[in-house]
């Protein structure tokens, strides 16, 4: 399985971004994908994910703000950003999950200025 995330960029505080993860490879293999959020100097923190059934879940810093979803046509898994904070900068990574492990794509930054 590869993951491929993209959407990162800069953006004022109060603003939005769409992320997308793009998927590849044995996909039906997949329990889910989770969006992960690591800050410069703090450790890699889960963000949203959504599980192979269409659960959703979020972190409590972001919900009310972040939406995820996945395009199953397009093998894309999103996660649209509204109303950015300057503490919601940092590297994006999207991971897919199953029960024999995990697998990390590459992370896009998102940077937001106050």
């Known amino acids: 399985v590869q993951l491929q995330a993209s959407g990162g960029g800069v953006v004022q505080a109060g603003g939005s971004l769409r992320l997308s993860c793009v998927i590849s490879g044995r996909i039906f293999s997949l329990n889910g994908v989770a969006w992960y959020r690591q800050a410069p100097g703090k450790q890699r923190d889960a963000v949203a994910g959504i599980s192979s059934g269409g659960s959703t879940n979020y972190a409590d810093s972001v919900k009310g703000r972040f939406t995820i979803s996945r395009d199953n046509a397009k093998n894309t898994v999103y996660l649209q950003m509204n109303s950015l904070k300057p503490e919601d900068t940092g590297v994006y990574l999207c991971?897919?999950?199953?029960?024999?492990?995990?697998?990390w794509g590459q992370g896009t930054q998102v940077t937001v200025s106050s």
């Open positions: 991971k897919g999950y199953t029960v024999a492990g995990d697998y």
